[in-house]
């Protein structure tokens, strides 16, 4: 006989159900425009007040839990499924959630919807949250980096440009998975960081090959890079789950073709500027090349680390990990190839090291990612520990 309980809540004129992946309601009797996930105000009972065979019921990972909610004459039903980690010691409020996100709050995960759906570009184009986070957000926040390709191509600094990308790659898989699990764990189902996790570990073999061999990355093979890219983008399109959609936006993209333009232009300049003044440093201060590109590559991180916080924060993980692992999907295929693409990218023995030590973080981060299904906060501290080696190297 299925478990039952029934919640009593009432409306409120700043309900906006806008939230991407969660569902809330609160037993206080106030909501402010800023409660984008809430409901329903003034509840009878919050997740601590709900019967204990309920709760037990719940903590089965393989229990399925069915939520209707009911306004109006109108009617919404969320499925999600039980977790052992539910608390339900909450005395404030129920949350149900699309992520594996756990909290004192919330009574299931993995809802097939939220109030909003996902965010409006998903939308527009029928693809889910980690989709977007993998290629629009994650190329997006690489221009530094395929700028910084380009130009170190055509100045011949070869070894910067694999130092960047490294020490690009390297500190987004974990000082940026780190710094992200810190403001809440991180998480995401087995089956997308196999998928996506494996497309980065590939990629970066692919870039390991095209470096090692020859010492140098061709004309070719950096349109090779670039195609290859542009194939595993295809294969994940067409192999999209589109369980969470959203509807089209309504706001003109004028402005954010403007912004765009603009922010273009400063990282060409930026680019510019950093391998110009990369090779100066490194001769000034006789340390090699790579060495500088892998600290340039922390700064140029920035960018993935700031858009996967402003993520996780808005209770989108989707779009956190997908920004991190697309990056680092999009900075040793994309990135490179259209460096080399531009102009050789030849390179020296000392690269070998940081590339092979790329590979081998990457693989553990993924690896307790695919075990977990989340980076909590002692796995934080471990992701942050884990860059360390990048700079003795």
């Given at each position: 006989m299925p478990e039952r309980q029934t919640l009593h809540a009432s409306g409120h004129e700043h309900v906006a159900a806008t939230h991407a992946s969660t569902l809330e309601v609160t037993t206080d009797d106030y909501l402010t425009p800023a409660g984008d996930c809430i409901v329903g105000v003034d509840a009878d009972r919050a997740a601590a007040d709900l019967d204990p065979d309920f709760v037990a019921a719940c903590r089965d990972a393989d229990a399925t839990i069915t939520a209707t909610v009911a306004a109006g004459?109108?009617?919404a039903t969320v499925t999600g499924r039980g977790d052992p980690r539910l608390t339900f010691e909450s005395e404030r409020s129920v949350v149900l959630r699309t992520s594996d996100y756990v909290d004192d709050r919330t009574v299931l995960v993995g809802a097939d919807r939220a109030v909003e759906g996902v965010t409006a570009l998903a939308g527009r184009y029928g693809v889910s949250t980690f989709f977007v986070g993998l290629t629009v957000v994650a190329v997006g926040s690489s221009l530094p980096e395929i700028a910084t390709s380009v130009y170190g191509a055509l100045y011949g600094a070869g070894d910067l440009v694999v130092g960047h990308v490294v020490g690009s790659a390297t500190s987004q898989i974990t000082l940026g998975v780190g710094v992200v699990a810190l403001a809440g764990p991180l998480a995401v189902s087995r089956r997308k960081t196999l998928t996506y996790?494996?497309?980065?570990?590939?990629?970066?073999?692919v870039m390991a090959f095209a470096v090692t061999t020859g010492h140098v990355v061709s004309h070719v093979e950096g349109v090779v890079l670039v195609c290859v890219y542009a194939v595993f983008l295809g294969t994940l399109y067409e192999h999209e789950d589109y369980?969470?959609?959203?509807?089209?936006?309504?706001?003109?993209?004028?402005r954010a073709v403007l912004w765009a333009v603009v922010g273009l232009a400063l990282v060409v300049v930026g680019g510019h500027l950093l391998v110009t003044s990369g090779r100066s440093l490194a001769a000034d201060a006789g340390v090699p090349t790579y060495l500088v590109g892998v600290v340039t590559g922390l700064g140029t991180t920035l960018p993935e680390i700031a858009v996967a916080l402003l993520a996780v924060r808005r209770d989108r993980d989707g779009i956190a990990v997908g920004t991190l692992l697309g990056s680092n999907i999009t900075d040793p295929l994309f990135s490179l190839g259209v460096g080399a693409a531009a102009g050789t990218v030849p390179v020296s023995a000392s690269v070998v090291a940081p590339l092979a030590y790329m590979a081998v973080a990457s693989a553990v981060v993924v690896a307790v990612l695919a075990r977990e299904g989340a980076v909590t906060r002692w796995g934080a501290l471990f992701c942050l520990v884990l860059y360390l080696p990048t700079l003795l190297l």
């Open positions: 004459g109108h009617e996790g494996g497309g980065m570990l590939a990629a970066m073999a369980d969470e959609l959203a509807d089209p936006p309504d706001a003109t993209p004028r």
